[in-house]
């Protein structure tokens, strides 16, 4: 699904600098995408309320609060998000997209539902103290994030880029004005309304752009859940891709002597959270590399490749594209390497400066250094796990993102038992890891291309 990234070669083939500012400010929007450009707008609404009407503790409040909507909402559409993801391909190859719009709203309709249902209960039983307005908002924002999240599975596949980033604008400028405005006669009910009714629009936006891309004369259709329609290897490699980004930081939440109760049964870290969160604000320019470079060049000579084994080339030719498509997966994640390691570089030298910008102490800076190191290396796993999926390699995948998981549970674990000094290196050394193994894992498929293509299918 890289219809994206063809519309961006056009802003590219301008051969201009302005071309191309705009082909990687579109990509870096979009491929960031949510996941990124929520943690900038509740750290913004968090630094615009401090001090105005809404005591800290609240903020505080307010901001865990969406860090676990977040959480749990990528944990549970982590299930469905790559095998929707897969069935859409498949549909377009087969030219059968008819299906496509009534399965995304059978989807959609299981995951508002799961979401309402699952968390309804725990709302009730886990936080007795809170008010009916929180607890109605945190079910309708855990519902409205899953529904967000399956929703993205269609942004790569778009051409309207302009439309996506405008979208994104709009969302998360409601999303903001909105918690601005109502945090003054709610308070932390208040930032937390804004945020799930600015979302509420970012959902509505990106729902109407699905409706005006894809047709079909069914509403609703649950042709996923068919068997053999949805692949188990996918489902467990969203479950433990976004579980193994996150066990880290469950650890030092509920560790005892890093972690303390902020509302209810949700924990916090003082020590580890800022700087992590932090970190994934310098992912985006490597994630607009990442788009770009693997979803416009590789992709290219991925179609030749394929079209050339399908048609009959000649072997010649075949070894040729083949030769062309690793030149440019290998250009793609050292592209990738480059942006993140100058990005770290920055980090380095101006982070002392953004923490006194901000208020913060510079304690953090040692954290900060080592968490923006695990954040650009996650950026990296990205693109290996992208390659591999064209190449339908899910096996591979599955034990990529459970040694992900693992390592980063036993590495973080193990730090929070070295001390201070270590906070940070569990995620860091467990994602250099898993990047190491990939990058082996990829080299010896794309070595094997030729065979398993055409002994093994």
């Not at 992709?299 to 030149?327: P, Q, S």
Request: charged fraction near 10%; aromatic fraction near 16%; proline fraction near 2%.
């Amino acid at each position: 699904m890289a219809g994206i990234g063809f519309e961006l070669r056009k802003l590219l083939n301008k051969r201009s600098y302005s071309g191309l500012l705009q082909a990687y400010a579109y990509a870096g929007i979009i491929s960031s995408g949510p996941w990124v450009l929520s943690i900038l707008g509740i750290m913004l609404i968090g630094l615009l309320s401090v001090g105005v009407t809404v005591p800290n503790a609240q903020i505080t409040q307010f901001q865990v609060t969406v860090t676990y909507l977040f959480l749990g909402s990528l944990v549970l559409t982590g299930l469905v998000q790559l095998s929707f993801t897969r069935f859409v391909a498949d549909r377009i190859f087969a030219k059968d997209e008819e299906s496509i719009l009534p399965n995304f709203n059978g989807l959609m309709f299981v995951a508002i539902n799961v979401s309402m249902l699952g968390s309804l209960p725990v709302v009730i039983l886990a936080f007795p103290e809170q008010t009916v307005l929180y607890r109605l908002l945190f079910v309708m924002g855990f519902a409205i994030m899953s529904a967000i999240w399956v929703a993205t599975v269609f942004l790569s596949g778009m051409k309207h880029y302009e439309a996506i980033v405008l979208i994104f604008f709009v969302g998360y400028s409601v999303t903001m004005a909105l918690a601005l405005l109502f945090r003054h006669y709610l308070g932390m009910e208040g930032l937390l309304l804004g945020f799930v009714m600015g979302h509420f629009v970012l959902l509505a936006g990106m729902v109407w752009l699905i409706y005006k891309n894809y047709n079909s004369e069914r509403f609703i259709a649950f042709d996923i859940w068919n068997r053999g329609a949805m692949y188990r290897s996918l489902m467990a490699t969203g479950f433990f891709f976004n579980l193994g980004v996150w066990v880290d930081k469950l650890l030092f939440w509920y560790y005892p002597g890093t972690g303390q109760t902020v509302i209810g049964p949700l924990n916090s870290s003082v020590i580890y959270d800022f700087p992590i969160f932090l970190s994934y604000l310098t992912v985006i320019p490597g994630m607009a590399v990442f788009l770009v470079r693997i979803e416009t060049d590789f992709v290219e000579y991925y179609n030749k490749f394929y079209d050339a084994v399908r048609d009959g080339a000649t072997l010649e030719y075949i070894e040729r594209m083949r030769n062309h498509m690793v030149y440019y997966v290998q250009r793609g994640l050292f592209d990738i390497a480059k942006i993140q390691a100058i990005t770290i570089l920055v980090v380095f030298v101006m982070g002392e400066a953004l923490l006194n910008a901000l208020g913060i102490s510079t304690l953090y800076l040692p954290l900060l250094f080592v968490d923006v190191a695990g954040a650009g290396l996650q950026v990296v796993l990205l693109g290996i796990l992208n390659v591999l999926f064209y190449l339908d390699q899910r096996r591979a995948v599955v034990w990529l993102t459970a040694m992900l998981l693992t390592t980063n549970l036993i590495f973080s674990a193990l730090s929070i038992q070295l001390g201070a000094a270590w906070f940070g290196y569990g995620f860091a050394i467990s994602m250099l890891v898993t990047v190491l193994v990939g990058m082996w894992v990829l080299n010896r498929r794309l070595e094997s291309l030729e065979f398993e293509t055409f002994m093994l299918q």
